[in-house]
């Protein structure tokens, strides 16, 4: 995947981007969501600074905002 612009919001982020080994994009998109989602939730897991984030995990699981996860 090559970025060439991205920008992080507080809840979703957008980026333009495109494959550079002509990998159809929706395949390369939900690689990068499965991965962007288990390394916030590890994050997130390993210095919990705000004890609402674990409850904000939870909530994701019973909404299935995370792709590939649990």
């Not at 612009?5 to 333009?16: D, E, G, R, Y």
């Not at 690689?31 to 916030?40: E, I, N, P």
Request: aromatic share 8%; net charge positive.
């Amino acid at each position: 995947m090559e970025i060439h612009a991205w920008c992080i919001m507080t809840n979703h982020v957008h980026l333009i981007f495109r494959s550079i080994e002509n990998q159809q994009s929706e395949l390369l998109l939900g690689d990068f969501k499965r991965f962007t989602s288990r390394s916030v939730t590890k994050a997130i897991q390993e210095n919990p600074r705000d004890p609402s984030l674990k409850v904000r995990i939870g909530e994701a699981k019973q909404k299935r905002i995370f792709v590939g996860i649990f």
